[in-house]
């Protein structure tokens, strides 16, 4: 998915450094007038977790009858977007011909590789009536070997996604494998990707990996007496189990994975080369990327 803001704003962190806490990011808030989007990743003091580079949190939001949402068609390099929607709908189009629209469950994994261009609408039957919007988007770095595959566009219905119920928590493993379950959505680093639901009370222990954090969508949890707010995200030490109670009825996303190589970051453009940046910049200004079929008449220019 789309950089929803083109600026550099970035969230700030505290150090934790106890319970199992090294520390906490608050993200920077960028208001887009019908909607707010929030970003932790990449913050000063954190720029990546696992392969994971980037982590926008877009609405909730409302919008009424002829409203909604338009990401003109963009490029990417060197990376592959995950687009969750808790609420709503977007039309994906890209410029290698796949047209999808992505529904609240589902997961939509674009793999820009070597350049794609795409677009996020809202559908026009959606748009004729109230809705709302609510979702998240993030970024994996592609390991080194990958940056330059050919892209491709694979999409995953929610009933695919494998869930499960541990202590009456329900658990949904979006990318990778835990708690017994696999996912089917293709990776290529190791990568892991979790939504759990909890009630108030409920308790989580969450799988260790190399590199690891917790997102709260909603509600707040609570471990060893420290408390993991809404819309913050806890970067978790790499060695101990580490589990989690709910203060109130909660949403929160586990992500983790491999440590990879540095990578540069540039309006949307990842890779682990800067001089690789300075072509994709080039291209996009000069009109080389290929176009997004039946959406090709607008274009989000290069900042």
């Given at each position: ?121 809202t559908p026009p039957e959606i748009r004729k009536t109230e809705h709302s919007l609510h979702a998240l988007q993030l970024w994996l770095a592609l390991p080194e070997a990958d940056e330059e595959i050919d892209p491709a566009f694979y999409h995953y219905p929610a009933d695919e996604l494998p869930t499960t119920e541990i202590d009456g928590v329900t658990l949904r493993v979006m990318m990778g494998s835990a708690y017994g379950l696999s996912s089917p959505v293709k990776t290529f680093a190791e ?113």
């Open positions: 998915m789309s950089n929803l803001y083109n600026g550099n704003d970035e969230c700030e962190g505290e150090k934790n450094s106890s319970n199992g806490i090294d520390l906490v990011l608050k993200p920077g808030v960028k208001d887009l007038g019908s909607f707010s989007v929030r970003r932790t990743l990449p913050s000063r003091q954190q720029r990546k977790v696992g392969p994971w580079i980037f982590f926008d949190h877009a609405g909730p939001a409302h919008f009424n009858p002829g409203e909604g949402i338009d990401v003109r068609p963009h490029p990417h390099i060197n990376l592959a977007t995950v687009t969750y929607m808790f609420e709503g709908q977007f039309l994906h189009r890209d410029s290698i011909g796949s047209v999808q629209v992505i529904k609240p469950g589902d997961i939509n994994l674009m793999v820009a590789g070597k350049g794609i261009v795409h677009s996020e609408r990568t892991l990707y979790v939504e759990a639901l909890l009630k108030a009370g409920q308790r989580l222990t969450l799988p260790v990996c190399e590199e690891r954090a917790i997102y709260m969508a909603k509600g707040e949890v609570s471990s060893n007496g420290t408390a993991i707010e809404e819309f913050t995200m806890a970067i978790l030490d790499q060695k101990n189990e580490f589990t989690v109670e709910a203060t109130t009825d909660a949403r929160l996303a586990f992500i983790g994975g491999e440590k990879l190589s540095k990578r540069f970051i540039d309006w949307n453009f990842v890779s682990s080369d800067k001089d690789r940046i300075r072509k994709a910049r080039e291209d996009w200004k000069e009109g080389r990327f290929d176009k997004v079929p039946e959406d090709d008449e607008e274009f989000i220019p290069l900042p």
